[in-house]
């Protein structure tokens, strides 16, 4: 499935590594959901609004991971 994607996004390094892990030929397709530096930690066993904020940045990256998306696709469909 990895192999198959046009690009995986992971939360954090450790997710980008678990990518490798999988498939070496798909690290090339895989980025930080937040871009390069950004990393959201895993809320998992922690305050109510610890969740809330992981929530917030996930979010707030929507419209950037969009743009992205929709850029590949018009490259893609110009092909």
């Not at 390094?13 to 895989?30: E, F, L, P, Q, Y």
């Not at 950004?38 to 904020?53: A, L, Q, V």
């Amino acid at each position: 499935m990895a192999d198959g994607a046009d690009i995986i996004y992971g939360f954090d390094h450790g997710h980008i590594s678990g990518v490798g892990a999988v498939s070496i030929d798909a690290v090339s397709k895989t980025a930080l959901w937040e871009g390069e530096g950004g990393e959201i930690p895993d809320p998992h066993y922690r305050s109510d609004e610890f969740f809330r904020m992981v929530a917030v940045r996930i979010e707030a990256a929507i419209p950037d991971r969009v743009d992205e998306l929709i850029v590949m696709l018009e490259s893609r469909n110009r092909q």
